[in-house]
């Protein structure tokens, strides 16, 4: 590649981890992708990362007969990946290939927040709490992207792996209009500010009257996960009417037993619908045991959930 196109800088990477530090900073033209490292649940963040950055990539299978990961990963169903190179291709099939998709015509780029909220008003009237598991990391980015500079305070919590937390916040915090960062404990809640916990060993919570705050607390898992989405939401029944809460894409069944206590109490409640789910599990219990009130398609998640704070 670097003889073909002379000053080009070729990056290698033997992990995800390493590959997404690398992505971030030096923000490549393309990436070449092991087969192996799509088959990785991690790789929905390099996912994520490719699409705000519109980095095109592929796939490069072990031999021409190999079967691509897409069969295997419903998280490659919203990549944008073409698999049409093997290990046993020839360099020139490679520059070839690296040629055309760099001339192909781009995307525009989505725009660039100018400026972050700072210190946002503590007047806000709801709360969002919002949780997901496999596949959410697109699923945020897409709810987010169409939240307000000045949006309620949000709380989420996604599983993720332990070394992608932090991506994370600086990936969404990238792509959004309001400041996104890492929970903590004893933060209080702001209009402007998404409060993310991924990767972490604590459960994130609310205390129960305001000024609310957020509370950290270490604990066995809830629901299979630390953090946990049920964990979340059952801190927040106390205030219960000045929430609105969210379940969307993922596996299992995290969040939907203490929706359903958040609905008793006078919460509005949302899961995002089987069509647009990358895995259609956790919004599915929501939905089946009455937790949910209604079903929202993820184009749509975002305009729900901010009608809802203004009731």
Same mark, same amino acid.
């Given at each position: 590649m670097e003889a073909a196109y002379p000053g080009a800088q070729v990056l290698l990477a033997n992990n995800l981890m390493m590959a997404y530090n690398q992505a971030e900073a030096?923000?490549? *033209?393309?990436?070449?992708?092991?087969?192996? +490292?799509?088959?990785?649940?991690?790789?929905?963040?390099? #996912?994520? &990362? +490719?699409?705000? #950055?519109?980095?095109?990539?592929?796939s490069v299978m072990d031999t021409a007969n190999s079967t691509p990961a897409r069969g295997s990963s419903p998280l490659l169903n919203?990549?944008? !990946?073409? +698999?049409? &190179?093997? %290990?046993?291709?020839?360099?020139?099939?490679?520059?070839? $290939?690296?040629?055309?998709?760099?001339?192909?015509?781009? @995307?525009?780029?989505?725009?660039t927040v100018a400026s972050k909220a700072s210190a946002g008003r503590d007047d806000f @009237?709801?709360?969002? &709490?919002?949780? *997901?598991?496999?596949?959410?990391?697109?699923?945020l980015r897409n709810v987010l992207v169409g939240f307000p500079i000045q949006c309620p305070p949000t709380l989420i919590v996604q599983h993720t792996g332990k070394s992608f937390g932090t991506g994370l916040v600086s990936l969404l915090d990238r792509i959004c209009p309001a400041k996104v960062v890492a929970a903590g404990d004893d933060i209080a809640l702001k209009t402007?500010?998404? $409060?993310?916990?991924?990767?972490?060993?604590?459960?994130? !919570?609310?205390?129960?009257? %305001?000024? $609310?705050?957020?509370?950290?607390?270490?604990g066995p898992n809830v629901s299979g996960h630390t953090p946990s989405v049920d964990a979340l939401f059952a801190s927040a029944v106390p205030f219960a009417k000045d929430v609105v809460a969210a379940i969307l894409t993922g596996m299992g069944q995290d969040?939907? @037993? *203490?929706? &359903?206590?958040?609905? @008793?109490?006078g919460a509005t409640t949302f899961a995002q619908d089987e069509k647009t789910a990358v895995v259609y599990g956790m919004p599915r219990v929501a939905w089946e045991i009455g937790a949910a009130q209604k079903q929202v398609p993820l184009d749509r998640m975002a305009g729900a959930i901010l009608q809802a704070c203004k009731t």
């Open positions: 030096g923000q490549p *033209s393309f990436a070449f992708v092991e087969d192996g +490292f799509t088959k990785l649940p991690e790789f929905e963040m390099m #996912l994520a &990362l +490719f699409t705000a #950055l519109d980095v095109r990539w592929v919203v990549g944008a !990946g073409i +698999f049409e &190179l093997s %290990k046993s291709d020839s360099p020139r099939q490679f520059v070839q $290939y690296f040629d055309m998709m760099i001339k192909a015509p781009r @995307k525009n780029a989505a725009p @009237k709801k709360v969002i &709490l919002i949780g *997901s598991s496999t596949g959410g990391v697109e699923a402007g500010h998404v $409060y993310i916990a991924a990767g972490q060993p604590r459960h994130m !919570g609310v205390t129960p009257r %305001k000024p $609310y705050r957020l509370r950290m607390k270490e969040g939907a @037993k *203490s929706m &359903l206590e958040l609905r @008793k109490a």
